[in-house]
């Protein structure tokens, strides 16, 4: 198995690895509800019914993983809504409303966290093997 599908292989793998991770954890904002929501001027998905991943390759080579999700999957790792504003990375509550809290539910950043060290383990390898591979070109 050459380089390339060694790496894309360990990619795909982990790519469906956090997605699962992703859907569990967002189980807990579901409720037993499924379908569509009407937005104004939009349909929007369940969140959890709404995460895709897809990796990019460049010259058939794995070099990036993305996830898409509806919007308000941000809103609620961040704990902004209604009454809220996110600026400069922090929660501002503009509302003069002092009933409803919105705590952060982070459900992405954890999974990220104790995933990532795992696939920068496994690429490490592959592509050591690569270095000393590429080591060995000689013109005899």
């Known amino acids: 198995m050459s380089e390339y ?9 982990w790519k ?3 997605q699962r991770e992703l859907k569990t954890s967002l189980g807990q904002f579901t409720n037993g509800k499924q379908g569509m929501v009407q937005r104004k001027g939009r349909m929007e998905d369940k969140l959890a019914n709404s995460l895709k991943g897809s990796i990019h390759l460049d010259y058939n080579l794995a070099d990036g993983v993305s996830f898409k999700f509806e ?3 941000i809103f609620i790792h961040k704990g902004v809504g209604k009454g809220y504003k996110s600026t400069n990375g922090m929660v501002i509550k503009y509302s003069k409303n002092p009933s409803g809290h919105r705590n952060a539910a982070e459900w992405f950043n954890p999974i990220m966290e104790h995933t990532v060290p795992e696939l920068a383990d496994k690429l490490a390898v592959v592509n050591a093997d690569a270095a000393v591979n590429a080591t060995r070109m000689k013109i005899i």
Do not use: P
């Open 16 to 18: 469906n690895l956090v």
């Open 5 to 13: 599908t060694a790496q894309n292989a360990i990619v795909k793998q």
């Open 71 to 73: 919007r308000h999957g």
